[in-house]
């Protein structure tokens, strides 16, 4: 049986939505293994995600800066 295209249109995730779900699946992960609270009210405002979100694969430049980086 066919569906209309409303239908079909409406169920589908929007992109945003989509990375708003892959990013708790990091963020709980990251927490889970480095023993951190997990709290998904958090995700964008913590001050643990944005570390995490800095070291994260989507920013390897950055990684890469503060790795070469001297501390004296």
């Known amino acids: 049986m066919s569906q209309p295209a409303y239908i079909q249109k409406s169920l589908r995730m929007k992109p945003e939505v989509t990375k708003i779900f892959d990013d708790l699946d ?30 994260s694969n989507q920013d390897k430049k950055f990684y890469k800066r503060e790795k070469n980086k001297r501390v004296d």
């Open 26 to 55: 990091a963020w709980l992960d990251h927490c889970r293994f480095n023993l951190l609270p997990f709290n998904p009210a958090d995700l964008y405002k913590s001050r643990e995600w944005k570390d995490f979100s800095k070291y």
